[in-house]
């Protein structure tokens, strides 16, 4: 089965830039959808379709997706940023969605 | 705007089967969206479980496909979750989900419930 790799955690400063890798064989030829989960809150879409927005998203959410990794970036990082990020596939191959194992983002 | 709330017990027994349901407002599930479950056990990741087409056809995460049924129930707008032979592993947060596609590399879930935790214990 389609296997999605994110890294376990990822800290920014307030003001920075934080890059979330997720990596699959081949990834780019699939859409990939984020996902974020604030403590005690289900998770909300951030980013779909790799790099597409929800209404009502901040545009500092955006998202990229070339070979073998996708990754989401969040600019201008804020406190309230601070959540578990998922990534998320369709695998047509095994007719599974798939997803990443999850990076916990910390705001310094 | 859509609302998802599940509801069903929070503990159930070993080998028991596992029954939750997911009430939807402000939308109906015959027109034309896809319903269905995503897990979280304590700590952990997320897991598709299966979703269901607008005319109730179900479609199952092969690694689970053997043990579980997901139905609707127009009537009352709502759709059910039942997972058998549970174990301790089962135990998880259970969310409802929604998704405008499905088969599809643009599926994605737009709508989630609140999520029921389901303990699996003696």
């Known amino acids: 089965s389609y296997v999605l790799t994110q890294p376990p955690s990822v800290s920014v400063a307030p003001g920075q830039t934080a890059t979330i890798r997720c990596g699959g064989n081949?990834?780019?030829?699939?859409?990939v959808h984020w996902y974020q989960q604030k403590p005690g809150q289900a998770p909300v879409v951030v980013v779909y379709?790799?790099?597409a927005r929800p209404s009502g998203i901040p545009e500092r959410f955006s998202g990229s997706n070339s070979g073998n990794t996708a990754t989401l970036t969040i600019s201008t990082v804020e406190a309230g940023d601070e959540a578990d990020y998922f990534c998320?596939?369709?695998?047509?191959?095994?007719?599974?969605?798939?997803f990443g194992g999850g990076t916990r983002l910390t705001v310094l | 705007q859509v609302q998802l709330q599940e509801s069903g017990p929070g503990l159930v027994k070993p080998s028991e089967t596992l029954s939750l349901s997911c009430a939807v407002t402000g939308f109906s599930i015959d027109a034309g969206y896809y319903w269905g479950w995503v897990r979280q056990p304590p700590g952990g990741g997320l897991q598709w479980i299966g979703s269901m087409f607008p005319d109730g056809s179900p479609y199952y995460s092969p690694s689970l496909k053997s043990r579980v049924t997901i139905s609707k129930d127009t009537s009352k707008n709502h759709f059910s979750l039942k997972v058998n032979s549970v174990t301790p592993a089962d135990t998880a947060m259970y969310y409802c989900v929604r998704s405008a596609t499905f088969l599809t590399d643009g599926c994605y879930f737009d709508s989630w419930g609140q999520g029921t935790l389901v303990s699996v214990s003696s």
């Open positions: 081949n990834v780019d030829s699939k859409s």
């Open positions: 998320q596939v369709w695998d047509g191959s095994s007719d599974d969605i798939v």
């Open positions: 379709d790799d790099g």
